[in-house]
C-alpha cells in the first residue's frame, strides 16, 4: 500500500522559514518523481514544486521560485521542501504527492504564516 | 503558463441524475489531463487520467473525454457520495496547473 505521510507543519511568522518532510512507502521511490502540492482555503489546489526521480531536476511554481527548494533522500525515501521567506499567502495545505500526474497522495500537513 | 479554466464552479444536481463538468485548456495538451476528486477534510483523489482513464477506485458512472484544449468530465446517475469538488490538471508542460474546480452540489 503505497503511504505519503507528511511532518514539519505549523505556525509560523512572515518572513520565517519551515522544513516540511514526507515519508513515501509502498512503492519504489528512487523510480518516481514527486511534488509538492498546496490547497488555499477557498482557492483550490496550486501546484509547488516537482523533483525528478534522481532528483537532478527540480521545477517551481514562479510564486516559490527562490524561496522554497525542493530535495529528495532516495536512500532515506523521503522528500522534503524547504521554505523561507514566508508569507501570509503561503497559508495552506501542503500535500506531498506521487508522480506528475498524481495518483497517491498524503493527507497534508498545515502550514499558517500569521503574525 | 497554461491556464485551466473549469465550468461550471457550482453543479447543483439531485441523485439519479447525470452531471457534465467542463474543463477547457488555454493551448494544447494533448491528452494529458487528469481529473481528482476532492471532498472536505480529505486529501484529492486520482480519477482519470490521461484524458479518459479511469482509476481503478472508481466505478463505470465516471467518464473521461476530450483531447486538446476541450475535455469533459461525466458523471451519470450520481450517488450521494459523488458530491465533492473535481479539478482537472494538465500535466503536458512546466509548470502543471489546476483548474479553480467545480464543486458537485445537491
Known amino acids: 500500500e503505497v503511504q505519503l505521510l507528511e511532518s514539519g507543519g505549523g505556525l509560523v511568522q512572515p518572513g520565517g522559514s519551515l522544513r516540511l518532510s514526507c515519508a513515501a512507502s509502498?512503492?519504489?521511490?528512487?523510480?518516481?518523481?514527486v511534488t509538492w502540492v498546496r490547497h488555499v482555503a477557498g482557492t483550490g489546489l496550486e501546484w509547488v514544486s516537482t523533483i525528478s526521480a534522481s532528483g537532478d531536476r527540480t521545477y517551481y511554481a514562479e510564486s516559490v521560485k527562490g524561496r522554497f527548494t525542493i530535495s529528495r533522500d532516495n536512500s532515506k525515501n523521503t522528500l522534503y521542501l524547504q521554505m523561507n521567506s514566508l508569507r501570509a499567502e503561503d497559508t495552506a495545505i501542503y500535500y506531498c504527492?506521487?508522480?506528475?500526474?498524481?495518483?497517491?497522495w498524503g493527507q497534508g500537513v498545515p502550514v499558517t504564516v500569521s503574525s | 503558463e497554461i491556464m485551466m479554466t473549469q465550468s461550471p464552479a457550482t453543479l447543483s444536481v439531485s441523485p439519479g441524475e447525470r452531471a457534465t463538468l467542463s474543463c477547457r485548456a488555454s493551448?494544447?495538451?494533448?491528452?494529458?489531463l487528469v481529473w481528482y476528486q476532492q471532498k472536505p477534510g480529505q486529501a484529492p483523489r486520482l480519477l482519470i487520467y490521461?484524458?479518459?482513464t479511469r482509476a481503478p477506485a472508481f466505478p463505470g458512472r465516471f467518464s473521461g473525454s476530450g483531447s486538446g484544449t476541450e475535455f469533459t468530465l461525466t458523471i451519470s446517475n450520481l450517488q450521494s457520495e459523488d458530491f465533492a469538488i473535481y479539478y482537472c490538471?494538465?500535466?503536458?508542460?512546466?509548470?502543471?496547473?489546476f483548474g479553480r474546480g467545480t464543486k458537485v452540489e445537491i
Open positions: 509502498g512503492f519504489t521511490f528512487r523510480d518516481y518523481a
Open positions: 490521461a484524458a479518459s
Open positions: 493551448q494544447s495538451i494533448s491528452r494529458n
Open positions: 504527492a506521487k508522480g506528475t500526474f498524481i495518483d497517491y
Open positions: 490538471q494538465q500535466y503536458n508542460n512546466w509548470p502543471l496547473t
